[in-house]
């Protein structure tokens, strides 16, 4: 029977596919509403279609291994033992996928004490002997033993699972050098590090493939192994019994008993009904039509979500346009496309119409007003699009919605990123986009206009799953901001290039005297930024205690080796933890120095998208990472200056804001009573713990009940606290058991939250910013705990998030029709540049906004410098 004629057997390694896949696209691009992470799911089924369509398999099976444990970790159990537990976002998908392939009809395999390659290895054996041709899918070397006229191997390229390698005999050979058979032979003598089986050393595939050759087979080689010379026959003749455990490991076995054979693997319908449940859970929307056409279902039953089709945009003048924005129903959707941060088209959007033209100083004129007004706009990732009609002398009103924001508010631990992202999600359709790799696109992407018809449609959507209390956090807080940092952006903060540039100078400096002490404290050069020459001389050559296991050694990272050294003190640890600091520091000072404009100012890029709490973030450069309270940081703060014009800076932030939330949201009146006193709060929350007058608190008490109120915010544990202050464990536990028999209210307040977290599956702040917590009900230990802990500080963080952007945007709409600005919104203080004779009523505005952001049962309050630098503003 010729190979046309015969029926074709797929069989699939579905753990080593969906792992790849789990690492071949961003777990950040791919998860349900509830958090369940579904990329390596998503990406399996993809590369499984096209297989499907490619390959016409008549018979076909997924193989799954059941557990780490098998055979093979009896007889070895350092067998693949090396490999790291698996990531908490994969967890939970492999189930999920094999619900879809039962639902496709796929015939889903597993046997307990066996690998899927074990259960692969049988079906090939026995199909090719029963007159099929066979097609081995795996990511999984061993795999390669398989091949031969009957069987062949499709192996996942190093890009993912969307590109597989054919191997047949000649494929093997041409790669190898060897027969197939060989193949395990090869591996047993040079080892296999992804399963933990140790070679011979300095043996590569080389070495192997000239022996086998010379010899003929494994067994003749080890029998004359007396004969091979040199330091690699001592090698080989000292580690001749673990070539032989490698070769019995992993040889794959061939007589699996299984509950279904070849011919029972008929390829069947699949239950159009139960995948279209299963894929509306995961939220594969487009992936749904792929699967049943590779099945060769239809879809005629199943409803379109929006038949309406995409609009052919009309080119306007600047005068039709300004019409069409007047007569325009209702929000109008937007959206602006940019070069060189410039507006360059803009395509605008109602009901089923879209219109655009390119961007002139005519289109400026035109539509200034409109743009300006309250007419409700609705765009997609508005910022930067603000932004780049500031530039061109346009001010935005009316911003009534933004797709990206809304998405985020949604899901703030995996947010879209994207219009196409948000269009697959909420639309289940394909945003038409160009292949920007390609000279000449196969497929044009949508223009302005219509860009700005799906805004309206996906905004739509996204509308109808916000709940009430996200709605206005969206309205109230999130947009208002939005327009704040927009300009903030435009405006820049001064720097200064000079004492960058010659704190850097003494930086490097610094570094170059440590690494020269750091190199005589061993006797030797060492290259003090490469983990792997580090992990040789601490652990090797100083024999230091072995710090946290990786894939790669022993950690070397900055908390590892700062514990390290308190363990096992040595001079040259303390000289590279400082050559590291000054190291680190100059890499910040000169990203700074490198951002300063021709302008002389930084304009930072603020992200609003970048947290689960709310907080902000900063880009390119990132602001946030500047150090607090050290030297250095002042040094570094000294160099943003007043701008030429202005007179002076402002800044403002609030005192202990966190514990102020903490006393409101869990109405204790000791804390109340406290902050309502005016009285220092750890002075006076100190007296209470340790039972002595506030004037008997000494600073060593004073820094203890500080690092717990802190703590207790993050969920710090007696372990933890004791660690921090570095005292036993046992008077960690007892003061925190003072704490919370002082303050009762506290610790009802964290454990209610926690509960009733796990009830609604979301945290809330003051303000109905939710933060969903699907790990508080994982049956995962450690997930769980990390949600319980995180869930504890997510309402109080999030309120404080939220009081800081009320305070911003409206310092912002106060100041305008002023000279003074905000310039900087870093960590929990605000940066304001005061024009000549402002400062008192930007004091006054400042003072009012901050402490008026938020009713509480608790001041808020503010604390206010000038300067003319940011170090001489501080307060």
Known sequence: MTDSAKPTLLVVDGHSLAYRAFYALPVDNFSTKDGQHTNGIYGFLSMFVNLLKAE?????????????????????????????????????????LQECLAAMGVTVLQKADYEADDILATLATRGAAEGFKVLVCSGDRDTIQLVNDDITLLYPSVQGVSQLKRYDPAAVVEKYGLAPEFYPDIAALVGETSDNLPGVPKVGEKTAVKWLTQFGSLDALLDGADTIKG???????????????????????????????????????????????????????????????????????????????????????????????????????????????????????????????????????????WFASDAPKVLTDAKPQVKALGRAGVVVGGLAFDNLLAGWLLRPSLPDRSLGHLVERYLGEKLPEADLSQLVPETEGATPGQLSWFTLRVAEGLRGELPDAVRSVLTDIELPTLVALADMELAGVAVSHDKLSGFSSELGARAEALAQEAYAAIGHEVNLGSPKQLQEVLFEELQLPKTRKTKTGYTTDAAALADLQEKAHHPFLDVLLQHREATKLKQIIDGLDAAIGEDGRVHTTYVQTGSQTGRLSSTDPNLQNIPVRTEESRRIRAAFEVGEGYEALLTADYSQIEMRIMAHLSGDPGLIEAFNSGEDLHRFVGARVFGVAPEEVTPAMRTKVKAMSYGLVYGLSAFGLSKQLRIEQSEAKSLMLEYFARFGAVRDYLRSSVEQARVDGYTETIFGRRRPFPDLTSPNRVLRENAERAALNAPIQGSAADIMKIALFRIHDDLRGMASRVLLQIHDELVVEVAPGEWDAVERIVRDRMGSAAELSVPLDVQVGRGADWNEAAH
Do not use: C
């Open 56 to 96: 016409k398999p008549t018979h076909l099976a997924v193989a799954f291994d059941t557990s780490r444990e098998s055979f093979r970790t009896r007889e070895y159990t350092d067998y693949k033992a090396n490999r790291s537990e698996t990531p908490a976002e994969f967890k939970g998908q492999i189930p999920l």
């Open 231 to 369: 330091v690699v026959g001592g090698n080989l003749r000292e580690h001749i019994e673990d070539v032989r455990r490698n070769r019995r490991l992993n040889r794959l076995l061939r007589d699996v008993e299984l509950e279904f054979g070849p011919a029972d693997l008929a390829v069947k319908p699949l239950d159009a009904q139960a995948v279209r449940d299963i894929f509306a859970r995961l939220e594969f929307r487009t992936l749904l039509p792929r699967v049943f056409e590779a099945a060769g279902a239809v879809m005629d039953d199943e409803p379109v979500a929006d038949a309406e089709p995409m609009p052919a945009p009309r080119e306007l003048t600047a005068a039709e346009l300004a019409a069409w924005v007047t007569a325009a129903p209702g929000e109008v959707g937007v959206t602006i496309t940019t070069a060189a941060g410039l507006p360059d088209r803009i395509g605008l959007s109602s009901g089923s119409d879209a219109v655009e033209t390119g961007w002139s100083e005519d289109v400026a004129a035109a539509l200034r007003d």
